[in-house]
């Protein structure tokens, strides 16, 4: 089972910028995440959207300006980032997610893709 991101790109700060997600088999049974990666810092966690698509969490740190819809019928994830800042820079990958101990846990990601915000 493999997921692979895509859509990343060049965007000026404040601009938006949509990333595509999709699996070698159906996605519609489980939750999708995204987290994020920047050079030099701790793999960080971006959020989760339920397999029905009804249930969502966010990190602070995007609440509110990303979003996570999905398409089951494509079977497409999608992450809608807006008012985007420099401090998004990161590789983004898609990944399983569920809610453990206390927190969102996140693993089976695949390969990423860079996003950059900068003038």
């Known amino acids: 089972f493999q997921l692979q991101a895509s859509g990343g790109g060049l965007v000026r700060p404040g601009g938006s910028l949509r990333l595509s997600c999709t699996g070698s088999?159906?996605?519609?049974?489980?939750?999708i995440g995204w987290i994020r990666q920047a050079p030099g810092k701790e793999r960080e966690e971006v959020g989760c959207?339920?397999?029905?698509?009804?249930?969502?969490h966010y990190a602070d740190s995007v609440k509110g300006r990303f979003a996570i819809t999905r398409d089951n019928a494509k079977n497409m994830v999608y992450l809608e980032m807006n008012s985007l800042q420099p401090e998004d820079t990161a590789v983004y990958h898609c990944?399983?997610?569920?809610?453990?101990?206390?927190?969102?846990?996140?693993?089976?990601w695949g390969q990423g893709t860079q996003v950059t915000v900068s003038s």
């Open positions: 088999e159906a996605l519609d049974y489980y939750a």
């Open positions: 959207k339920s397999s029905s698509g009804g249930g969502s």
């Open positions: 990944a399983l997610c569920w809610y453990g101990v206390g927190e969102y846990e996140y693993e089976h």
